[in-house]
């Protein structure tokens, strides 16, 4: 289990290599790659900054990619999730996820970022163009997303 909270960037392809370098047991990669995204309502976003607690973020996130080392036979879990002010287009987080056998490292995957969604202790600032910052509200979409892995 790799998981790391970083201000810089990262290149999700060099990331997934490492990931499975030298590793013949491997039959399959998963990855999701979470951008930063205009607001859907028409309203332009001028940057998103993440802030977080260091040390109990963390460890939250170890919890979560051990949960999923615990229901899905992985060979291979990551988790790199970004802090810091962060432009539309720039990557977020990254969940990759690997095993013998593409429904583990599918399923794992997903759970993975249903439980970021909803389990890390993450808190978002949005600053839209002609508007004061605003702290976003957890949504109830994620938390129906999440419950399927109850």
Known sequence: MIVRVQAETFDAGREMAALAEGRHDI??????TGLVRDRPDGNRLIALTLEHY????????EAIAAEAERRWPLQACLIVHRIGRMLPGEPIVLVATASAHRAAALDACAFLMDWLKTQAP????EE?????PVWVEARAA???????WR
Do not use: H, I, N, Y
Request: charged letters at 35%.
């Open 27 to 32: 039959g399959a990669l998963a990855s999701f």
């Open 54 to 61: 260091p040390g109990m973020t963390e460890r939250q996130l």
């Open 122 to 125: 993450f808190w978002k600032l």
């Open 128 to 132: 839209v163009e002609g508007e004061e």
């Open 142 to 148: 994620d938390d129906r997303a999440a419950d399927r």
